[in-house]
C-alpha cells in the first residue's frame, strides 16, 4: 500500500489493537471472512470506499451490513476501515487481512510470549519453502479442480502439521484463499507482518551446505548489525550453490555463492 492508504492501515491498526483483548483468534476469523465478503461483492465493496461518501455514511454501511452477525470488536475495526480513505478498491480488504494476521500474532503473544510467536513464523516458513521446493506442491495447491479442503490438508503436510492454532489458520487460509497470488508468496507476506509487529525483517539466506548453530549466530548478528535491526533468518540448504552464501534482506541481494562467480566468469568469455 502506498500514500493514504499506509496512514489508513496504522488507523485499522491502532482500532484493531483496542480490540483484542479477548478472543484474537476469533477476531482473526472474522476479519478473513469479512475480508472476503468485500472481495466477492463489488456492491458493498465500492459503497465502503466511496470518497463521495461521508466517514460517518460509510461506517454506517459496515454496522447495517454487520451488526448482530459478527463480534462486536470486529465491527469496530471493519468500521474504522470503512470511515479511512483508501487509494485503491482493493486495498480495504487487504488491510482487514493483514489486520487478521496481526490479531493471530496478538494471539501468539497471549498464549505464549515471543516463543509462541516464533514457533507461527517458523511453522509459515517451512510451509513457504516446501512449496518453493516442490513443483507439484505449488501445481496441487493452484489447481482450479481441487477443493479448498483438501489444498487445506495439503498445506498443513507441508507445513509439517502446525502445532500452534495460529500456524494452522494461517497455513490453510494462504493454500485456499490466496486472493490473486499463490499460497507461498501469501504466506510470505503473512511472516513479514508478523515479523514487522516486532520491528524485525527476514533474511532469506541459501547456503551450499547446513550451517552450524553457531555460524547461524555469527551470521545473524553481522547481518542485523550491518543493517541496524533484528533480523529473522529463514535458511534453506541449496548444493547447487557448490560454496559460499547467497543473502536477501526485502529488495536487496548479497551474492557470495561459487556458483554465481563461476557464472559470471563464463560470461566473461562469451
Given amino acids: 500500500m502506498a500514500g493514504v492508504s499506509t496512514e489508513s492501515l496504522k488507523k485499522v491498526e491502532t ?10 483468534d476469533h477476531l482473526a476469523q472474522e476479519l478473513f471472512a469479512i475480508a472476503d465478503v468485500i472481495d466477492n461483492d463489488g456492491s458493498l465493496r465500492r459503497g465502503l470506499v466511496d470518497p463521495a461518501r461521508s466517514e460517518e455514511a460509510r461506517a454506517g454501511i459496515v454496522k447495517s451490513v454487520l451488526g448482530g452477525k459478527v463480534s462486536e470488536a470486529a465491527v469496530n475495526v471493519v468500521s474504522t476501515a470503512a ?15 493483514t489486520s487478521a494476521v496481526s490479531a493471530l500474532a496478538i494471539s501468539a503473544e497471549q498464549r505464549g510470549g515471543v516463543e509462541a510467536l516464533e514457533t507461527v513464523i517458523n511453522e509459515l516458513l517451512t510451509f513457504v519453502n516446501s512449496v518453493n521446493g516442490s513443483a507439484e506442491a505449488q501445481s ?19 507445513a509439517g502439521n502446525p502445532d500452534s492454532t495460529e500456524g494452522r489458520i494461517l497455513v490453510e487460509r494462504a493454500s485456499s484463499t490466496p486472493r490473486g497470488t499463490t499460497p507461498a508468496r501469501l504466506a510470505e507476506s503473512f511472516v513479514e507482518t508478523i515479523v514487522e509487529r516486532q520491528h524485525r525483517s527476514i533474511a532469506r539466506v541459501e547456503t551450499a551446505t547446513p550451517l552450524t548453530e553457531a555460524q547461524i549466530e555469527k551470521l545473524r548478528a553481522g547481518l542485523s548489525k550491518a543493517y541496524g535491526k533484528e533480523l529473522k533468518l529463514d535458511i534453506t540448504v541449496e548444493p547447487e550453490l557448490i560454496g559460499g552464501l547467497r543473502v536477501q534482506v ?13 557464472n559470471e566468469l563464463n560470461r566473461s568469455f562469451n
Avoid: F, I
Avoid at 482500532?15 to 484474537?24: I, M
Avoid at 541481494?253 to 563461476?262: A, E, N, P
Fill in 250 to 262: 526485502g529488495d536487496e541481494m548479497m551474492d557470495g555463492s561459487v556458483q554465481t562467480r563461476l
Fill in 83 to 97: 470511515a479511512a480513505r483508501w487509494s485503491h478498491e482493493r486495498d480495504l480488504a487487504d488491510a482487514l487481512e
Fill in 140 to 158: 496441487a495447491l493452484t489447481d482450479d479442480r481441487a477443493t479448498d479442503e483438501a489444498k487445506k490438508k495439503l498445506a498443513l503436510v507441508l
Fill in 15 to 24: 482500532a484493531l489493537t483496542a480490540n483484542t483483548a479477548v478472543s484474537p
